[in-house]
T-cell receptor
């Protein structure tokens, strides 16, 4: 059974204070690892897909990295508008399902 | 505009009264899925469909039905809703390139309350 654990559950940062969110996973053959952003009361918004260990992707202040056991979402010099819940999900080989973690709620204080 | 739409966005109903939540996508995606999101439990998959007339159970299918008669539509049916189905529901879709599924695009959500 695929499992995803995200940490921390919640994170408060001062504006400009860089940090990282963690996503640990167990899956029988990784087909893809996905990062989403979710604002309160809205549907998750796609950020990145990572397919293999060593892969990195960037978008504005966000950078996602992947190892064989975990993924990190690095946030550089965050702004208040980066406040949201960040979700990680995995898809295993031979599976058509996504397994989501419970998310990290990020608050960026001006 | 490429999007996934859900209706209704909010619904309050009573136990046992059959209801349908519609989902439609305009991106010609093969794959569609339904999730529910509950505090402390995260997003859990209810049912998914890999193409027209092909559906399968997710992690929490009990109490739900789905059908996929057209590529763009994937309605979620609650034949006899119960209070434990009070939740925030999301529909999602993605294309299938044959080596796995691409990122899923989510609808805006349907907040369901069953009294």
């Amino acid at each position: 059974e695929d499992q995803v654990t995200q940490s921390p559950e919640a994170l408060r940062l001062q504006e400009g204070e860089s940090s990282s969110l963690n996503c640990s996973y167990t899956v029988s053959g990784l087909r893809g690892l996905f990062w989403y952003r979710q604002d309160p009361g809205k549907g998750p918004e796609f950020l990145f897909t990572l397919y293999s260990a060593g892969e990195e992707k960037e978008k504005e202040r966000l950078k996602a990295t992947l190892t064989k056991k975990e993924s990190f979402l690095h946030i550089t010099a965050p702004k208040p508008e980066d406040s949201a819940t960040y979700l990680c999900a995995v898809q295993g080989a031979g599976s058509y399902q996504l397994t989501f973690g419970k998310g990290t709620k990020l608050s960026v204080i001006p | 505009e490429a999007q996934v739409t859900q209706n209704p966005r909010y619904l309050i109903t009573v136990t046992g009264k059959k209801l349908t939540v519609t989902c439609s996508q305009n991106m010609n995606h093969e794959y569609m899925s339904w999730y529910r999101q509950d505090p402390g439990l995260g997003l859990r998959q209810i049912y998914y469909s890999m193409n027209v007339e092909v559906t399968d159970k997710g992690d929490v299918p009990e109490g739900y039905k789905v059908s996929r008669k057209e590529k763009r539509n994937f309605p979620l049916i609650l034949e006899s809703p119960s209070p434990n189905q009070t939740s925030l529901y999301f529909c999602a879709s993605s294309s299938n390139r044959g080596v796995g599924y691409n990122e899923q695009f989510f609808g805006p959500g349907t907040r369901l309350t069953v009294l």
